[in-house]
């Protein structure tokens, strides 16, 4: 009898430990599903330090899957309705895509060329030669310092959109 007991009990406590780490495993395995993907996360806030960027050097992030240009303009280079004024920086901030039909243009010494069809950007965003048909296009941004979050309307980029659509 005690035997039989004993026995009945272990079966029970094995079931019950089974049943607990199945249980946690599920949870731990809905956790992820519900969680967004680490690349989700990334595509929606992207932080970039423009104080380092060299003048004339403009550089290409990566934001939901579309380049932008980010360019800490020269002295010598115009001053623009768009430019994002950071302490005594000016710097051009801009949708890496041709508004003609949608090519990356390249930087060439001091404008954004597009290999499609000849179109020209100068160093504020501004279509200068070719189809396009507007400047490159203006994503949502806030500043934070010298760093600039993609994916956030702050103050600074309703400034510049406004001004752009004037
Ligand atoms: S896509 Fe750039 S000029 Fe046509």
């Known amino acids: 009898m005690s035997n039989q007991t004993n026995r009945r009990d272990f079966l029970g ?16 395995g809905m956790k992820q599903a519900w969680d967004p993907l680490p690349s989700v996360l990334a595509g929606g806030f992207t932080n970039v330090e423009l104080g380092s960027l060299k003048a004339g050097n403009p550089v290409t992030v990566s934001w939901r899957g579309k380049p932008i240009f980010l360019l800490k303009k020269t002295a010598e280079m115009e001053e623009a309705p768009r430019d994002l ?13 041709c508004t003609h039909l949608g090519c990356i243009p390249a930087w060439k010494k001091d404008m954004w060329k597009c290999a499609c069809h000849g179109g020209e950007f100068n160093a504020s965003g501004t279509q200068t030669f070719g189809p396009p048909p507007r400047p490159l296009d203006l994503p949502p941004f806030s500043v934070k310092g010298t760093s600039i979050v993609l994916g956030e309307e702050g103050p600074e980029y309703k400034k510049i959109a406004a001004a752009m659509m004037a």
């Open 13 to 28: 406590y094995s079931f019950a430990a089974v049943a607990a780490v199945g249980g946690a495993a599920s949870l731990v």
């Open 85 to 97: 004024i950071i302490g005594s920086d000016r710097f051009t901030v801009a949708i890496g895509l």
